[in-house]
């Protein structure tokens, strides 16, 4: 159980397009999910919580104009990245809480995006 | 800030010997601790947790243990296995609260 998938696992993009990583939580219901992007060898960053119905609370730094993240159903959330240039090109991992009363996330396989 | 820290970037390990991954915290409010799994290109992958009313969590190969006076946790691997070759991160959440705290992890490399 508690299995996240990303779909799409690889993507390239020309500078100035808009690209949608969503995320499912397939075998459980998520009422919230995280959005992370790691760069070569550093850290996750967390870059927005995203709670189902409600609009996503993003972390300091990061623009939510460029980085639209919807959560609308209890299985699905999506991050877009919009009019992405060169210095987007990263790995964007996205998790969810399996209930409200863990603390537990369960991470999908990330999407590697490559911005041309 | 770096709330959660892991100073040691790397560690290489006989198979069969003990792994040991350290990890320290500043926030003395964080109540529940986490280990993750990464390889390259993929997701992490939970290993195991311990909430801060225990000092010890066991779970196969894999031991938590929790110093609260030291705001220090490490995670023991025995017997350490080649297919335990991972980066590892700590994580560090508040009950409820919902976000982690990640450290920088550790690359584990364990040689057969």
Partial sequence: GAVVSQHPSWVICKSGTSVKIECRSLDFQATTMFWYRQFPKQSL???ATSNEGSKATYEQGVEKDKFLINHASLTLSTLTVTSAHPEDSSFYICSALL???????Y???GTRLTVL | DQQV???SPSLSVQ?????????D????????FLWYKKYPAEGPTFLISISSIKDKNEDGRFTVFLNKSAKHLSLHIVPS???DSAVYFCAATLTSYGKLTFGQGTILTVHP
């Fill in chain 1, 99 to 105: 209930a409200v009363s863990t603390d537990t996330q």
């Fill in chain 1, 107 to 109: 991470f999908g396989p």
């Fill in chain 1, 45 to 47: 960053m967390l870059m």
């Fill in chain 2, 5 to 7: 820290k892991q100073n």
């Fill in chain 2, 81 to 83: 296995q080649p297919g």
């Fill in chain 2, 15 to 23: 198979e069969g010997r003990i792994s040991i991954l350290n990890c």
């Fill in chain 2, 25 to 32: 915290y500043t926030n003395s409010m964080f109540d529940y």
